[in-house]
């Protein structure tokens, strides 16, 4: 069973940047597509963005495309996320998981990822 370790999360100013990393267990590389995924407290947990294998798909969420960009490193076996333009209501828990179908149907999809990290906190001042 893989396990997954985000980091990277923090305190940050309205309209500023920060870059998670996601870093796996075993060797992503061969087989396994990645995703992002946020929960604000007293909220759902919200799709960020995924990234299938070896990476020539990406999918964004509404909310951050364009403010948002998901790579991967797959002989590091890590995925990150660079984030931009940074907004208060980006405020969250955000967690990295893994599926190793390689291509989802449904990106977005909780269900979909079968492995979760334990999340690393962003917060975002105004």
């Known amino acids: 069973q893989v396990q997954l370790q985000e980091s990277g999360g923090g305190l940050v100013q309205a309209g500023g940047s920060l870059r998670l990393s996601c870093t796996a267990s075993?060797?992503?590389?061969?087989?396994?597509?990645m995703g992002w995924f946020r929960q604000a407290p007293g909220k759902e947990r919200e799709f960020v963005a995924s990234?299938?294998?070896?990476?020539?798909?990406?999918y964004y969420g509404k909310s951050v495309k364009g403010r948002f960009t998901i790579s991967r490193d797959n002989i590091k076996n890590s995925v990150y996320v660079q984030m931009d333009m940074l907004k208060p209501e980006d405020t969250a828990v955000y967690y990295c998981a893994a599926d190793p179908r390689g291509t989802v149907a449904a990106p977005h999809a909780i269900y979909e990822y079968p492995y979760w990290g334990q999340g690393t906190q962003v917060t975002v001042s105004s």
């Open positions: 990234i299938s294998w070896p990476g020539a798909n990406t």
């Open positions: 075993e060797h992503i590389g061969s087989n396994y597509a």
